[in-house]
């Protein structure tokens, strides 16, 4: 992100949608398949304990705003884990929180130990970059979409299907109907997206589908590959930059 910002000083991305390492890969148990497998993402993922994963989140979260254009808004999803965090982080950097937005699971693993409720949400937060931003929101389009009604902040999509995932998978994929609404609620054609933690890009197909460009980095070079092939079948071509 620093390279970018070198080159764009102002900031350049009109939105960008951030679904960053949640912390939760630390000696936890889950359902898959219907085998008990341990819930480990990567190393990545492990929490450093919440004075290292605020100043972590600050720091990223700090780019991010200054790559933001002045009516840019950014998105960010997660997990009790890691989004209380990110909530006091975009408080003390200044954002203006719009919106908290529940994704709900329709069909979510069961709770192996019987001891708590099961999870079966993630939240995600919408920002604008400052109290002064006078951010865009596809208002009519979501009411639309919704059967005439205001749209609510409780949506429900199902995780990733088969052909999602046809050219590899990523422990932490969000599904595509997700992104197409993110992405059509709060940007407009020709806009410029940004992921800085693009994983399998769904975000870039999302923004490609929908007449957005996009932007996209990972620290991985197992995913760069696996976003690489994604894009080109979404696009055809893939340009660098």
Not at 8 to 36: E, Q, R, W
Not at 64 to 82: D, E, R
Request: hydrophobic letters at 30%; one cysteine or more; aromatic letters at 10%.
């Amino acid at each position: 992100m620093e390279a970018i910002l070198k080159k764009h000083p102002d900031g350049c991305f009109d939105m960008i949608f951030a679904d960053p390492p949640y912390k939760l890969s630390n000696g936890g148990f889950t359902c898959k398949s219907g085998k008990v497998v341990p819930v480990h993402k990567g190393d990545w993922d492990r929490s450093e304990g919440p004075e290292l994963d605020f100043e972590y989140t600050k720091k990223w979260l700090s780019l991010c705003q200054k790559l933001l254009k002045p009516n840019g808004t950014i998105w960010i999803s997660g997990t009790h884990h890691i989004i209380h965090i990110v909530g006091f982080a975009l408080q003390t950097l200044n954002f203006k929180i719009l919106n908290e937005i529940t994704w709900e699971k329709p069909n979510p693993p069961p709770n192996l130990s019987c001891r708590y409720f099961t999870h079966s949400t993630e939240t995600i937060i919408w920002a604008s970059k400052s109290i002064k931003s006078k951010h865009i929101f596809n208002y009519q389009d979501m009411r639309e979409e919704n059967g005439g009604k205001q749209m609510k902040t409780v949506w429900q999509f199902l995780p990733p299907n088969k052909n999602e995932k046809m050219h590899g998978k990523h422990p932490t994929q969000k599904p595509i109907s997700l992104l197409n609404r993110i992405i059509l609620s709060s940007t407009k054609e020709g806009d410029f997206v940004f992921d800085p933690f693009s994983g399998s890009s769904t975000t870039g197909v999302s923004a490609i589908q929908n007449n957005r460009k996009f932007c996209g980095i990972d620290a991985e070079r197992e995913y760069i590959d696996l976003s690489i092939s994604r894009l080109k079948d979404c696009d055809g071509t893939l340009r660098g930059t």
